[in-house]
Nanobody, 128 residues
Framework: QVQLVESGGGSVQAGGSLRVSCAAS????????MGWFRKAPGKEREGVAV????????YYADSVKGRFTISQDNAKITVYLEMNSLKPEDTAMYYC?????????????????????WGQGTQVTVSS
């Protein structure tokens, strides 16, 4: 089993920045795709950004490209999501997730069903 603990998030005005973190513990994998999904009220959970842990390949949703940056700390088994130029439509619960055993793929990184482990979520609220 893998445990994911998110931190960070909070409330900010439009144009501001926030950083969320996700630390993994428990079973480890030589390869895994780790990253962030988000769910806004009335919408489905969607992929935001992921990283092939240890390899560093990243994928982003079009809506966040150029504004969000995902990074990793191999030693801490932690990923970070730096969110800049935040917009009210970025308001959502942000969830960390792991697809174990494989690096991320452009073909399916955003498919929720591929991720076996999920965090509890951390709220990000952007006011206009």
């Amino acid at each position: 089993q893998v445990q994911l603990v998110e931190s960070g998030g909070g409330s900010v005005q439009a144009g501001g920045s926030l950083r969320v973190s996700c630390a993994a513990s428990g079973r480890t994998y030589r390869s895994m795709c780790m990253g962030w999904f988000r769910k806004a009220p009335g919408k489905e959970r969607e992929g935001v950004a992921v990283i092939s842990f240890g390899v560093g390949t990243t994928y982003y949703a079009d809506s966040v490209k150029g504004r969000f940056t995902i990074s990793q700390d191999n030693a801490k088994i932690t990923v970070y999501l730096e969110m800049n130029s935040l917009k009210p439509e970025d308001t959502a619960m942000y969830y960390c997730a792991i697809d174990p055993g494989l690096n991320c793929s452009d073909l399916y990184w955003a498919r929720r069903s591929r991720y076996d482990f999920w965090g509890q979520g951390t709220q990000v609220t952007v006011s206009s």
